[in-house]
């Protein structure tokens, strides 16, 4: 017992000199050995607690305090311990961890290093469950309006469940029944730690298939499992599953569990059912109901398409009783299509007809090619001597300016030069010359009317009746007197004297 009574000095010195007997610890020391202490007297425990503060952190591992009403303790599980954990903690989520005690020398704490983690109890599940729903429900995933409809008759259909269990031989049992299918199994693990990566994997790898690849893609998928407790079909309640649920492009069913069962893949899915068996069922109709519903409307189908004829037929024969006969029909328009035969042929032959006296009276009104040539010749001649004439009459006025020059450089080059500006300005008005007289025009087959002043004509009420008048045509000029008052006889009157006197109509009224 410690004594209440004031030591003296020397008393004092005597206690100093015992207690350096004791042995003398690092901090380190005592806390490497505390550590040893719990790790040995605690190597394995279950402790159950209220999840607190749960963080995971960036480099992957877990920190979160574990309490209840009487104590708190630090929690920590490495980075991979917690990717085999199989749940996500949560505030106040209640659990049981599994693991040891250790300490953390650093802050002299201890804590447990987790190993496995579980909800403590069906009615944890069941809150956590239904939290985890509402939030889901929230995010729209369970929204009837994204749910796609069934193909009718799959052709391929993926199965994912564990190969092991009833559940795949009941699905191809019940197919083989109804309507044998190809049927692609991808084994999963359906209950224990890893079983929600895997069915996720599982629903995200069916969907990643190429349509026409070596592996075909499902029409259809079925994720199913046998019946269980809440905990067995945990993992067909985790986020992940049903995330991969609900943005899976192939329609699914879930048959997870029995008709009682309910999890959170059965709202995410395209459609529940109660068991695998009715999955299968769901998944593709009955061959023998389609074989004779198929027989039974070929039949309606043939009686149908042969009542139908016989209704045509008799209508058919009721037309025919009211028409009348073909040939009837095609007397008239038979000897119509004569007439207008015969009458085709006589327009034709008066058509031609008409077009060959056009055409022969347009070629005797043309001048000979001949002619126009020995015209343009004469022309030609007359311009050539006027050039000599011009010409000479330069050469001799231009001769006095340049005597004296050199002949042999300067002179030539001179008249050669001079030479060449007069014959360019003659031939261009020579041209004009050409192109304003109306000699021209004379020689394309006009003729030029004068009176007897010798002023032209040049309309027909300017002519007066019985005036002496002057025709000047290319080659020459003609005498000629106007018998009528300026226009000539109308069309209808010279029709009409073609046939008193059985002439050909002139296309051209004589002026002589």
Known sequence: MTSNVPLTKTENISTSNRDHNILEFTVGEISQAVKRTLEGSFGRVRVKGEVSQPNYHSSGHLYFKLKDEDAAMDGVSWRG??????????????????????????????????????????????????????????????????????????????????????????????????????????????????????????????????????????????????????????????????????????????????????????????????????????????RLDLETRLIESQRRMVSG?????????IRLEGFVRGLPKPDQILEEATQRLDNETDRLMLSLFNRITNKLENVLGLGARLRHPKMLMSVAEETLGHTFKRFDIIFEAIFHGTENRFYGLDAEARLFNSITNILKKFEEKLIAHANLLSSVSYKAVLDRGFALIRNYKGQPIVR?????????????????????????????????????????TGKPEETQGSLL
């Open 81 to 286: 311990t917690v990717e085999r954990l199989g749940l996500t903690l949560e505030e106040g989520m209640e659990v049981v961890c599994t693991g040891r005690i250790s300490s953390y020398p650093r802050n002299s704490r201890y804590q447990i290093v987790i190993e496995a983690i579980e909800l403590a109890g069906e009615g944890a599940l069941l809150k956590l469950l239904e939290v985890r729903r509402k939030q889901l429900l929230q995010e729209g995933l369970f929204d009837p309006d994204q749910k796609q409809k069934l193909p009718f008759l799959p052709d391929v259909i993926g199965v994912i469940t564990s190969p092991t269990g009833s559940v795949i031989r009941d699905i191809l049992h019940r197919l083989a029944d109804r309507f044998p299918r190809h049927v692609l199994l991808w084994p999963v693990s359906v209950q224990g730690e890893n079983a929600a990566n895997q069915i996720s994997k599982a629903i995200s790898g069916f969907n990643a298939l190429e349509t026409k690849g070596h592996v075909p893609r499902p029409d259809l998928l079925i994720v199913a499992r046998g019946g269980g407790s809440l905990e067995d079909l945990w993992a067909f309640n985790e986020e992940i599953v049903v995330r991969a649920t609900a943005i899976s492009k192939i329609p699914l069913i879930s048959a997870v569990g029995h008709e009682t069962d309910t999890t959170l893949i059965d709202l995410a899915a395209d459609l529940r059912a109660p068991t695998p068996t009715a999955a299968a069922e769901l998944a593709v109709p009955v």
């Open 305 to 313: 398409i042969g009542h139908c004829y016989e209704d045509n037929r």
């Open 460 to 500: 027909a009420k300017d002519a007066i009746r019985g005036e002496k008048i002057e025709i000047e045509f290319s080659d020459g000029t003609a005498k000629a007197k106007i018998n009528s008052n300026g226009a000539s006889p109308s069309r209808k009157k010279q029709k009409e004297e073609k046939k008193k």
